[in-house]
T-cell receptor, first 112, second 115 residues
Framework: GQQVMQIPQYQHVQEGEDFTTYCNSS?????IQWYKQRPGGHPVFLIQ?????EVKKQKRLTFQFGEAKKNSSLHITATQTTDVGTYFC????????????FGPGTRLSVLP | SQTIHQWPATLVQPVGSPLSLECTVE??????LYWYRQAAGRGLQLLFY??????ISSEVPQNLSASRPQDRQFILSSKKLLLSDSGFYLC??????????????FGEGSRLTVL
């Protein structure tokens, strides 16, 4: 079945530094979504990418979808302590697209 | 607006005891419903999903089961809990059409500790 991998597993940065997490799929994805989970909380949707090569920005966050639609990245510029949490990518779990498969996540720690 | 309720929020159960977690969605109809499990510090493992009443797809064979007795109600059960069932259980819903119809909306989660 569909597999989605993410690297790195953990990232510790100093406040103000940039952060990037990468997501790779074993197969072509029709779309990819990104979620953020704060410590002790539940995942919250950030964005969905659909088009090949798509780039979307949300303030300090930049999301990219690869040309081959098999990889994606999330880049945070000038991290803040509010960025702490685990970032997950997710894609359709099968050809019917009825379920979501999540990557293992990247846990971000931001040191003040 | 749509809301999702999940309970109980926390529970501690002995090995071998039964389990019932309940999830309800309000403000929408015919949602896709999902149960995920998250072990401590780990990713999200899809357990079950449902595209309609009485329709359950199981992703991982185990001692858990799911049921959807009503359109907006999703229940996760076990007859006998194992130590390995400990974790953070998350109910979620999406619009019909799964990932192509939009995002997942998660409940607050149920933290289960099996002793």
């Amino acid at each position: 079945g569909q597999q989605v991998m993410q690297i790195p597993q953990y990232q510790h940065v100093q406040e103000g530094e940039d952060f990037t997490t990468y997501c790779n799929s074993s197969t072509t994805l029709s779309n990819i979504q990104w979620y953020k989970q704060r410590p002790g909380g539940h995942p919250v949707f950030l964005i969905q990418l659909v088009k090949s090569g798509e780039v979307k920005k949300q303030k300090r966050l930049t999301f990219q979808f690869g040309e081959a639609k098999k990889n994606s990245s999330l880049h945070i510029t000038a991290t803040q302590t509010t960025d702490v949490g685990t970032y997950f990518c997710a894609g359709p779990g099968d050809n019917y697209g009825q379920n979501f498969v999540f990557g293992p996540g990247t846990r971000l720690s931001v040191l003040p | 607006s749509q809301t999702i309720h999940q309970w109980p929020a926390t529970l501690v159960q002995p090995v071998g005891s039964p389990l019932s977690l309940e999830c309800t969605v309000e403000g929408t109809s015919n949602p896709n419903l999902y149960w995920y499990r998250q072990a401590a510090g780990r990713g999200l493992q899809l357990l079950f999903y449902s595209v309609g009443i009485g329709q359950i797809s199981s992703e991982v064979p185990q001692n858990l089961s799911a049921s959807r007795p009503q359109d907006r109600q999703f229940i996760l059960s076990s007859k006998k809990l194992l130590l390995s069932d400990s974790g953070f259980y998350l109910c979620a819903w999406s619009r019909s059409g799964g990932p192509w119809a939009g995002e997942l909306f998660f409940g607050e989660g149920s933290r289960l500790t099996v002793l």
